[in-house]
T-cell receptor, first 114, second 117 residues
Framework: SQQGEEDPQALSIQEGENATMNCSYK?????LQWYRQNSGRGLVHLIL?????REKHSGRLRVTLDTSKKSSSLLITASRAADTASYFC??????????????FGSGTQLTVLP | ETGVTQSPTHLIKTRGQQVTLRCSSQ?????VSWYQQALGQGPQFIFQ???????GRGNFPPRFSGLQFPNYSSELNVNALELDDSALYLC????????????????FGPGTRLTVL
């Protein structure tokens, strides 16, 4: 089952605009990660934010985490056509007794139009 | 490129058959996880191997089994294939040990696309 749910499911913007994707999750987490997937290929790690962090930046990416609301957002600034891909949030459980897995959401399909 | 390789790239099988998928982890990584990704969905965790032993399992039936070898490469075996097993199978490696959290980023291979007819 999917722990995280991304919103929106699909997003279409013009090149140069900002793209914001949201993720909600259900259980307590050690960290939350964002991954990108180009059509039908492997996932690429973008950024990891730990449960005691509220905001993190990496290049054109900005991630926020609100553990009280169990939600995260990914902002891509000044988008490019090459940013077109599916974006997934993934949560890592807090308990060492849990299976050592990442639980992925269902993803947001981002299309950046040139 | 992450350095994680998977073979084969594509595979077509018929219902009831058995399949073996292979994964070579990134150099220095001793943990391998397998995920199933159905079309239009996020990856779902199948299981993880650390030092040749299963280190956690998701909600998949026993006909999904795995192995990890001393060089940390891994196999995923699926018996009695069903139509719903059609998916992209992803392997991911990561370092694990006293100085590494098992929850850090994972490095994914390009996947094996399995079609069951």
């Amino acid at each position: 089952s999917q722990q995280g749910e991304e919103d929106p499911q699909a997003l279409s913007i013009q090149e140069g605009e900002n793209a914001t994707m949201n993720c909600s999750y259900k259980t307590s987490i050690n960290n939350l990660q964002w991954y990108r997937q180009n059509s039908g290929r492997g996932l690429v790690h973008l950024i990891l934010i730990r449960s005691n962090e509220r905001e993190k930046h990496s290049g054109r990416l900005r991630v926020t985490l609100d553990t009280s609301k169990k939600s995260s957002s990914l902002l891509i600034t000044a988008s490019r056509a090459a940013d077109t891909a599916s974006y997934f949030c993934a949560t890592a459980p807090i308990s060492s007794g849990s299976a050592r897995q990442l639980t992925f959401g269902s993803g947001t399909q981002l299309t950046v139009l040139p | 490129e992450t350095g994680v390789t998977q073979s084969p790239t594509h595979l077509i099988k018929t219902r009831g058959q058995q399949v073996t998928l292979r994964c070579s982890s990134q150099s220095g990584h001793n943990t391998v996880s397998w995920y199933q990704q159905a079309l239009g969905q996020g990856p779902q965790f199948i299981f993880q191997y650390y030092r040749e032993e299963e280190n956690g399992r998701g909600n998949f039936p026993p006909r999904f089994s795995g192995l990890q070898f001393p060089n940390y490469s891994s196999e995923l075996n699926v018996n009695a294939l069903e139509l719903d097993d059609s998916a992209l199978y992803l392997c991911a490696s990561s370092p694990f040990g006293a100085s590494h959290s098992p929850y850090n980023e994972q490095f994914f291979g390009p996947g094996t696309r399995l079609t069951v007819l």
